[in-house]
């Protein structure tokens, strides 16, 4: 299907969230028609995606070429409303013993474990900065408050909680509808950016290009495939992606060994 026209304007709708009367946070748009959306809609779709869901079961392969060679990285997400979730990222090709960090939360408390230097965390959730949700602060400065957390800055937050990107990278470049297809089974929205500027210096280039999917039902990412030119860099795509699925409590738990040092 043929690219839709990129919003005239930038939208900067990640933190806006409707609440029902007795206070529930629900999506502003429950499910999307038939007919391809415009972005705006799209967008506003995609930042309300955990709210369509009790539970998600999510596993993304991340590819990304370097100087010396393709490596892989897996992120298996569980995800449990509200508070609960758990990010476990394994490095297949080292030993299982030591390929995998853990990150676990049930919505006050959060564990980590990096298993390469058998080192271990217990802390209290970050608090977020008092005032940065004032309804006075412009939309792109006011962020995103999840219903169920996941560390910052990682691919399970992006996918599970796309508001941020959509407003911080996908419109910045020039961004476009291009249509729709399936990735892990599931019909998904596919977009286009080209030259997005919330990137490092070293990737501000004009043939920067981002192609996301969207998952139809929930919103959730589904693809994210980077490029310079005709060269990829990055590829991640979902390989398992289950909302509502049945997660028993012991996946909400981890074991750290008995000789793992615990750090604050």
């Keep these: 299907m043929p690219a839709m026209a990129s919003t005239p304007a930038r939208w900067d709708r990640a933190s806006t969230v409707p609440a029902a009367a007795d206070g529930r946070r629900v999506p502003e748009i429950v499910q999307l028609g038939p007919d ?24 993304l392969e991340e590819r ?40 676990l939360s049930d919505g006050e408390m959060v564990r980590i474990y990096r298993s ?25 400065a006011r962020p995103y408050v999840p219903l169920t957390a996941l560390p910052a800055n990682t691919l399970a937050d992006t996918f599970v909680h796309p508001g941020g990107y ?19 089974g599931r019909e998904v929205i596919f977009a286009t950016v080209h030259h997005p ?32 030119g005709d060269v990829v860099t990055r590829r991640v795509e979902a390989t398992e992606l289950t909302p509502d699925a049945s997660i028993p409590d012991s996946a909400f738990s981890v074991a750290i060994p008995a000789d793992a040092s615990m750090i604050y």
Excluded at 125 to 136: F, K, L, N, T, Y
Excluded at 166 to 184: E, P, R
């Design 64 to 103: 990304v070429s370097i100087a010396g060679g393709e490596t892989l990285r897996v992120h298996e997400v569980l995800v449990g409303h509200p508070g609960r979730a758990r990010v476990t990222t394994v490095k297949p090709e080292l030993p299982a013993t030591t390929n995998h960090d853990i990150w």
């Design 166 to 184: 959509c407003q911080n990278v996908l419109a910045t470049g020039t961004c476009s509808v291009a249509g729709t297809g399936i990735v892990v």
């Design 36 to 59: 391809l959306p415009d972005l705006a809609t799209l967008f506003t779709f995609a930042r309300d995606a955990e709210l369509r869901f009790a539970t998600l079961r999510l596993r």
């Design 197 to 228: 500027r919330a990137v490092e210096m070293a990737g501000d280039r004009p043939d920067h290009r981002l192609d996301v999917a969207f998952d139809r039902e929930t919103g959730v990412l589904a693809l994210l495939v980077e490029s310079f």
């Design 116 to 140: 390469g230097h058998r080192l271990g965390t217990f802390r209290p959730v970050r608090r977020a900065v008092v005032g940065i949700g004032d309804r006075d602060l412009p939309g792109t």
